[in-house]
C-alpha cells in the first residue's frame, strides 16, 4: 500500500487488468458514447422529417430554442415528471423498507410471501399499464365498478379527470415498484452485521431505536443506490401512461418521455426531440450528482 | 385454252397475303400477360409485408399462402401489429435508414405525404409502365374507388401506392329500439314528429339521442334497465380516432379538412393538400355541434377510442353511434368474436346533413429501399385483382375496388347496401395529405381533446390547431 493509501501494483499486472476491461470500456463507449454524439449532432440540424426542403441542414441551436420555447411544452412536462418523481419515490422506498422490516425474520412462509410480494415488479410495464386499463376501464373495469358502488368517481372516470388520472398513475407506479425496493432494503437487512444491533439491544434500546440510530445508519449506502435506481427509472417512465392515458386527458399525464416520444415519433421532429433528450439527459445527471453528494454524506463523528 | 381467260395477277394476291399477314401479327398479342411468366424471374424470393393485425390483413395472409405462392414461388412473409403503435415507428426507421427489412408496408393515410416527398416510397407508376409486370387486365385509374385511391395513394396526379382497404364511415341504429311500439308512440309525444329509423339531419340526431339516454332502473322498449344507456358514443382520446370522429362531424356539417378536399370524379386531377379550412365558421359550428352531444354520451369519452364506442354498441349500450365500415361484420356476428347482443338488429344509414364522409383508407406502398421491388408490386398487384378483392371480402376484406361491392353475392348486406349508396351518390369525400399531415393530426387531437376537456372553446381550440398547423406545412 502507497502512502497515499492506493494499492502498489505491479505494471505487467496493471497492464494485464487494462486488457481484461478494454473490450467492456469499449462497448460501452459505443453504445452510449455513439448515440450521444449522433444525437448532439442531429440536435443542430433540421431534422423534422416534414419539412422537406431544409431537412438536414445546419441549423445550430435553433431546435434547442425551440424546445425551450413556451409552445414546446417540455417544462410543464418536466415540472410534472418532478412532482411524480418526488411522490412515488418516497412512497415507494417508505413502503418498501416497512415491508422489509416485517420480513426481515425467520418464519416458514417467507420465501413464498417474498416471491408473491415481488410479481408486479416482474411483470412487463406495458402488460401493467394493460392490466390497469382493464380494471378500471369507464364501463366494464372491476375497480371502476367498485368505486361506482361506493360513490366515486360516478360520471367521471379516473382517467377522464386530470388530478385522478395522474394519481391513478402515481398509485400504479407505486403498486409495481414498490416490491423491487422491498427487494433491496431486504437484501441490505440481512446483510447487516448483527452484533451492533445486539450490542444496542443488550443496553436497553427499543425496537425503534434501534432501527433509527443502528439498522438505518447501516443501511444508508443501499437507501441511497436503491433511491438513485428508482429516481432515474421514474424519471423514464413511459409504457404505462402510453397505454393508459397517452398523456391526456389534457396533459395531465404527459411527463418527459411522453412529449420527447410525440416530438419524436407523432410530429416527426427528429431534430427537437435530440435536443429535448439531451437538455433532459443534461439536467438529470446534474439532479443526480446533487442527490447523491447529499444523500451520501458522511454523517460528523461526534468526539468519544 | 387458257389465253382467253383472264389470268390471275400474282403480285397483287401475294401483296394482299403479305398485308392480311401482318394485321394478323398485330391483333394477337405476342404472348398474353399471365402472372407465372410475369413472375419467372422471381420464382423463389421471399418477400415481408408488415400491417395492422386485424381481418383484411389476416385474410390477405391466408389468400396469399393458399394462391399466390403456389402460383409464383414468392413466399409472403408477415409482420402483424398495430400500425397506429409501434409499426408505423418501425416502417419508418427503416425507410430512413434504408435497412430493407420490408417490402410492403399497410402505411397509415396520415403518413402518405411525408413519405412521397422524402421519396421513401417507390413509385407505383414506374411499376405499372412496365410491361412485363403490369398486368393489362388492371387499371387502378377505373378499378378503385377514387377518392380512396386519391386520398391513400397518389399525389399530383401520380400513383404512389394500392389502396389496402376502403372505410368509408356511416352511422349505425339499433332497429329494434327504433321500431320499439311504445319507444315510437313516446317519441312523437314528445317530440311531435316520427321516431326516424334513419335521422336525416342534426337536429334528428340529437332529438333521438337525447330521447335514448336513459339511467338505469328507466325503462327501454318496456324493459327495464339494469345499467345506463346512451344516446350515442363519441371518441376524445389523444388518439387517431378523436381525429375521425372530429372530421366527420366535419365533413356532415358541411366542412373539410382542406380546401381541396371533396368528391371525385377520377383520382387522376386530385392535387392533395391545399388551406387548412378546419378552423371556418363551418368548422366551429361542427366542434361546437359535436360538444353538444356530450350529455348523451358515455361518461369516459375523454378515454375513448373506436375500440370502445365499438365496445359499447357491441354491448348493447348505445342507441346509435358512427361506425367504420371494418366494424359491420362483429356487430352482425353472433358467434364467437361477434356481438351477440346486437346481432341482427343493425340498420345503417349515411351520416346526417351533407351525408358527406371521408373515403377513409390505408393504402400498400413499397419502401424504395426493398430490395424485391418487382416481386412485390405483383403480389400487391394480384392483391388488387377482382377475383382477389372478391374472395377477400368474404373472409374479413373491404375492398377498396368499386366493382367488388356491387357484386351480387353481396346483396342484403346492411353494409354493403349503404357503402354502394356512397359510391354511387358521390358522398365520400377524399382528404389531402400535406407532408404535415402527422403534426396535423396530433394538432387537432390535442385541439379537440382540450375542448372536450372543457379547457378551451371550440374556436380557441380549431384556432390555435390550425395556426400551429399552417405554420408546420409553411416550413415544408
Given at each position: 500500500m502507497n502512502r497515499n493509501g492506493t494499492l502498489n501494483i505491479d505494471p505487467s499486472v496493471r497492464r494485464f487488468l487494462w486488457v481484461c476491461i478494454l473490450p467492456v470500456v469499449f462497448f460501452l463507449l459505443l453504445v452510449s458514447l455513439t448515440p450521444l454524439v449522433l444525437a448532439l449532432i442531429d440536435s443542430l440540424k433540421e431534422m423534422s422529417l416534414t419539412a422537406v426542403s431544409r431537412h438536414g441542414r445546419f441549423i445550430g441551436l435553433e431546435n434547442f430554442v425551440t424546445v425551450l420555447g413556451r409552445e414546446s411544452g417540455l417544462f410543464g412536462a418536466v415540472i410534472r415528471t418532478i412532482a411524480f418523481v418526488a411522490i412515488v419515490v418516497p412512497v415507494e422506498f417508505m413502503l418498501g423498507l416497512m415491508i422489509a422490516m416485517a420480513l426481515n425474520r425467520e418464519f416458514g412462509s417467507r420465501r413464498i410471501w417474498v416471491t408473491v410480494l415481488l410479481l408486479p415488479t416482474m411483470v412487463a410495464p406495458v402488460v401493467v399499464g394493460l392490466i390497469w386499463d382493464f380494471l378500471l376501464m369507464p364501463n366494464y373495469g372491476l375497480?371502476?365498478?367498485?368505486?361506482?358502488?361506493?360513490?366515486?368517481?360516478?360520471?367521471r372516470p379516473v382517467f377522464s379527470q386530470p388530478l385522478s388520472a395522474f394519481v391513478?398513475?402515481?398509485?400504479?407506479?407505486v403498486w409495481e415498484w414498490t416490491p423491487f425496493m422491498m427487494l433491496f432494503m431486504l437484501a441490505g437487512l440481512l446483510g447487516l452485521p448483527q452484533e451492533p444491533i445486539e450490542a444496542a439491544e443488550i443496553d436497553g434500546a427499543s425496537a425503534w431505536r434501534v432501527f433509527w440510530h443502528v439498522q438505518l445508519p447501516l443501511l444508508r449506502p443501499m437507501i441511497v443506490v436503491a433511491m438513485m435506481f428508482r429516481v432515474i427509472d421514474a424519471s423514464k417512465i413511459f409504457?404505462?401512461?402510453?397505454?393508459?392515458?397517452?398523456g391526456g386527458p389534457g396533459t395531465a399525464t404527459e411527463l418527459i418521455s411522453i412529449h420527447a416520444f410525440r416530438t419524436a415519433f407523432q410530429n416527426?421532429?427528429?431534430?427537437?426531440?435530440?435536443?429535448e433528450c439531451l437538455l433532459i439527459g443534461f439536467f438529470s445527471l446534474l439532479a443526480a450528482s446533487i442527490f447523491y453528494k447529499i444523500v451520501s454524506r458522511q454523517p460528523t463523528q461526534e468526539p468519544v | 385454252m387458257l389465253s382467253h381467260i383472264e389470268r390471275p395477277d400474282w403480285r397483287r394476291l401475294f401483296g394482299i397475303a403479305i398485308m392480311l399477314a401482318g394485321a394478323l401479327t398485330l391483333s394477337v398479342p405476342a404472348g398474353a400477360w399471365s402472372l407465372e411468366d410475369a413472375a419467372k424471374p422471381y420464382a423463389g424470393t421471399t418477400i415481408k409485408c408488415v400491417g395492422d393485425g386485424y381481418a383484411p390483413f389476416l385474410a390477405y395472409q391466408k389468400l396469399a399462402a393458399e394462391k399466390f405462392t403456389t402460383v409464383t414461388g414468392i413466399t409472403v412473409e408477415w409482420e402483424v401489429g398495430d400500425v397506429g403503435g409501434g409499426l408505423r415507428q418501425k416502417m419508418i426507421a427503416d425507410a430512413i435508414n434504408k435497412t430493407s427489412v420490408y417490402d410492403c408496408v399497410e402505411l397509415p393515410s396520415l403518413d402518405v405525404g411525408l413519405w412521397i416527398a422524402q421519396g421513401f416510397a417507390k413509385p407505383m407508376y414506374e411499376l405499372l409502365a412496365d410491361e412485363k409486370l403490369h398486368d393489362p387486365g388492371f387499371d387502378p385509374w377505373t378499378a378503385y374507388v377514387p377518392e380512396t385511391?386519391?386520398?391513400s395513394s397518389t399525389e399530383d396526379g401520380k400513383i404512389y401506392g394500392l389502396p389496402y382497404h376502403f372505410i368509408p364511415r356511416f352511422m349505425v341504429v339499433r332497429t329494434d329500439l327504433a321500431t320499439c311500439p311504445s319507444e315510437q308512440a313516446?317519441?312523437?309525444?314528445?317530440?311531435?314528429?316520427?321516431?326516424?329509423?334513419?335521422?336525416?339531419t342534426w337536429e334528428q340526431f340529437t332529438d333521438v339521442a337525447k330521447f335514448f339516454t336513459r339511467k338505469a332502473g328507466d325503462k327501454l322498449c318496456d324493459e327495464t334497465l339494469t345499467e345506463d344507456f346512451y344516446g350515442t358514443a363519441v371518441s376524445m382520446k389523444r388518439h387517431w380516432a378523436t381525429q375521425y370522429d372530429f372530421e366527420l362531424f366535419l365533413n356532415g356539417l358541411g366542412g373539410t379538412m382542406f380546401d381541396g378536399d371533396g368528391p371525385l370524379d377520377t383520382a387522376e386531377g386530385f392535387k392533395s393538400g391545399g388551406k387548412v379550412a378546419f378552423d371556418s365558421p363551418v368548422a366551429v359550428k361542427a366542434m361546437e355541434y359535436w360538444l353538444s352531444l356530450l350529455p348523451f354520451v358515455p361518461p369516459g369519452y375523454l378515454e375513448y377510442t373506436w375500440d370502445n364506442t365499438y365496445a359499447d354498441m357491441c354491448q348493447g349500450k348505445l342507441y346509435t353511434y358512427p361506425t367504420w365500415g371494418d366494424t359491420t361484420p362483429f356487430l352482425e356476428t353472433a358467434g364467437e368474436g361477434g356481438c351477440p347482443k346486437v346481432a341482427g338488429k343493425m340498420t345503417y344509414y349515411p351520416v346526417p346533413g351533407t351525408n358527406l364522409t371521408g373515403a377513409e383508407g390505408q393504402a400498400w406502398l413499397i419502401p424504395i429501399s426493398s430490395k424485391h421491388q418487382e416481386a412485390t408490386f405483383l403480389f400487391l398487384q394480384w392483391l388488387a385483382s377482382f377475383d382477389v378483392q372478391k374472395e377477400c371480402q368474404k373472409i374479413g376484406c373491404t375492398s377498396p375496388r368499386k366493382d367488388v361491392w356491387f357484386e351480387h353475392d353481396f346483396d342484403g348486406i346492411g353494409a354493403v347496401e349503404i357503402t354502394r349508396w356512397l359510391i354511387q351518390n358521390k358522398k365520400l369525400i377524399a382528404r389531402g395529405h400535406p407532408v404535415a399531415m402527422p403534426e396535423i393530426s396530433t394538432f387537432?387531437?390535442?385541439?379537440?381533446?382540450?375542448?372536450?376537456l372543457g379547457e378551451k372553446s371550440a374556436a380557441a381550440a380549431l384556432t390555435e390547431a390550425a395556426e400551429k398547423s399552417r405554420a408546420a406545412i409553411a416550413q415544408q
Open positions: 375497480f371502476t365498478w367498485v368505486m361506482n358502488n361506493l360513490g366515486w368517481f360516478e360520471g391513478a398513475i402515481a398509485i400504479i407506479d409504457e404505462t401512461i402510453f397505454v393508459l392515458t397517452g416527426w421532429e427528429l431534430g427537437d426531440a435530440a435536443a | 385511391l386519391a386520398f313516446a317519441f312523437k309525444a314528445k317530440l311531435g314528429y316520427d321516431l326516424p329509423l334513419k335521422p336525416a387537432l387531437i390535442d385541439a379537440v381533446h382540450t375542448a372536450g
